[in-house]
């Protein structure tokens, strides 16, 4: 079956430091998507990325689609970013096992 | 437009018994979606529905679980027999036909089957 492989599973960063989370993929890239999922259990749209770059402030996102996997950047991190980061893809939407990220003041 | 909404939030009932969950989509989407979240994982797709039509279903989707949408607006996902193993939450997501892929997530039902 399509498998959907995030890494790391956990991180935890000091508040103001960077960090790459990566996603791989078994099958062909589409429909590529980044969520952020709060303590709240609240989940965000971050980015719909089938392939190349997107930007948006201190988060930005780039797919490399015939390598199969995407790159979120996070710089200067705040606590306000701490939850579980999915990415998800395909048309009947596999989300990933998630990188649960803590930001520490 | 405040958002997908979900109601109840919370709910805790005795295996065996019927519960039903009900989502508001963002008005003018006409796609919503059902999603199951357990501890620890990512959600997993369990159906969805293009205005009243329910277009596509998850091999997740027991015979116990039925979803309607009947006015293409709000829906309603009913398990019937609840068991220890749907104790999950349960999330509605909603989006326009033209960007599918942006979709909008409510907050969730959290069901606890004891």
């Known amino acids: 079956g399509i498998q959907v492989e995030q890494s790391p599973p956990d991180l935890i960063l000091q508040e103001g430091a960077n960090s790459t989370l990566r996603c791989n993929f078994s099958?062909?890239?589409?429909?590529l998507q980044w969520f952020h999922q709060n303590p709240w259990g609240q989940l965000i749209n971050l980015f719909y990325?089938?392939?190349g770059t997107k930007q948006n402030g201190r988060l930005s996102a780039t797919t490399v689609a015939t390598e199969r996997y995407s790159l979120l950047y996070i710089s200067s991190s705040q606590t306000t970013d701490s939850g579980v980061y999915f990415c998800?893809?395909?048309?009947?939407?596999?989300f990933g096992t998630g990188t649960s990220l803590t930001v520490i003041p | 437009d405040t958002g997908v909404s979900q109601n109840p939030r919370h709910k805790i009932t005795k295996r065996g018994q019927n519960v039903t969950f009900r989502c508001d989509p963002i008005?003018?989407?006409?796609?919503l979606y059902w999603y199951r979240q357990t501890l620890g994982q990512g959600p997993e797709f369990l159906t969805y529905?293009?205005?009243?039509?329910?277009?596509?279903k998850s091999r997740l989707l027991s015979d116990r679980f039925s979803a309607e949408r009947p006015k293409g607006s709000f829906s309603t996902l009913e398990i019937q027999r609840t068991e220890q193993g749907d104790s999950a939450m349960y999330l509605c997501?909603?989006?326009?036909?033209?960007?599918?892929?942006?979709?909008?997530f409510g907050p969730g039902t959290r069901l606890t089957v004891t």
């Open positions: 008005s003018e989407h006409n796609r």
């Open positions: 997501a909603s989006s326009s036909d033209r960007f599918s892929y942006e979709q909008y």
């Open positions: 099958d062909s890239v589409n429909n």
């Open positions: 990325i089938p392939s």
């Open positions: 998800r893809y395909g048309n009947q939407f596999y």
């Open positions: 529905f293009q205005n009243e039509a329910q277009l596509e």
